[in-house]
């Protein structure tokens, strides 16, 4: 299931095969990739960055899309898996709760299929609005909201229920949708940090971090703080090869780069591994860790 759900359901439309994993590793999916020659390699961000680094110890050319969906896709990841492979990059967007999706088009340019999930498909509607439910403007951004024609009546319990309000799914991500009608996801809403009254997307940050050569993967999260309510935290697996970088020169790498001072990180956690819940980064473990 997860961002594999699309391919599921499609592949016996297409007369295609289906490789399940019941765990994913990089390992174990690398050698399915190289031994059954799969076309099309469905994954989270989080997942196919631990592919990029073991890449060359297989046979990928038989990969015509690397299918991301689940979180927001670091364009710098497409660009490694463009760079490395012979397979293009589909960035996706999707929820079976208001059952509806968006796309790229697979001709699209690099622009359109990494920093956005493409237009809305199959009848789906979207919108983004501000905290009153008001739609915002273009290239403003605000909650995603959705609807589509094979929508859920509703939830058993009252859990999930205020999610549903005058007939559209309110998602929990943020977004912004360019002139051409192309949604940007941004981060989630519950993991915008607020430091001293500002608010920071994570997602931002973890962009920039993913272009420095000593960082391999990112995760930057909120970490308590009695002053400021949160500081901000990233933690950060070493790039191979590559010396773990300190902050300092991690924080001026970051301001070159046009960040705003207030939010470059703190602190830093250096890890041997991203700890993964399902198939994403597992940001509550990652909190843990950062309190220690």
């Known amino acids: 299931t997860g961002p594999a759900r699309v391919g599921w359901l499609a592949a016996p439309i297409a007369g295609s095969c289906v490789i399940a994993m019941p765990r994913f590793g990089t390992t174990g999916a690398l050698n399915l990739i190289d031994e059954m020659g ?23 050319s038989s990969v015509r899309i690397w299918y991301a969906v689940g979180s927001v896709m670091p364009p ?7 760079s490395l492979t012979k397979g293009i990059v589909v960035s996706n ?24 999930v493409g237009r809305p498909q199959g009848g789906t509607e979207f919108r983004i609005v501000d905290d009153q439910g008001k739609d915002v403007p273009s290239g403003q951004v605000g909650e995603l909201i959705g609807r589509g024609p094979c929508s859920v009546s509703g939830f058993l319990g009252e859990e999930g229920r205020q999610a549903w309000r005058n007939g559209w799914f309110h998602t ?4 912004s949708m360019d002139d051409d009608g192309n949604l940007v996801i941004v981060g ?11 608010k920071v997307s994570p997602v931002e940050i973890e962009a920039l971090l993913r ?17 400021l309510g949160e500081r901000i935290c990233a933690c950060i697996v070493v ?24 939010k470059t990180p703190e602190r830093i956690v250096v890890l041997g591994s991203m700890p993964i819940v399902g198939d994403k980064i597992d940001r509550r473990a990652l909190a843990v860790i950062a309190s220690v």
């Open 38 to 60: 799969a076309t099309i390699v469905c994954g989270t961000p989080a997942q196919l960055a631990m592919l990029v680094p073991k890449l060359d110890l297989v046979d990928t």
């Open 76 to 82: 710098t990841l497409g660009h490694d898996l463009e």
């Open 93 to 116: 967007y999707g929820g079976s709760d208001f059952g509806g999706w968006a796309a790229p088009d697979i001709d699209a340019p690099q622009s359109v299929r990494h920093r956005t």
């Open 172 to 175: 929990g991500d943020l977004a």
């Open 188 to 198: 989630r809403l519950k993991e915008v940090i607020v430091r001293g009254g500002d």
């Open 211 to 227: 272009t420095h050569s000593s960082v391999a993967q990112v995760a930057v999260i909120g970490v308590p703080d009695s002053v």
């Open 239 to 262: 790039a191979p090869g590559q010396d773990p970088p300190n902050l300092e020169s991690l924080r001026r790498y970051l301001e070159d780069q046009g960040l705003a001072h207030y």
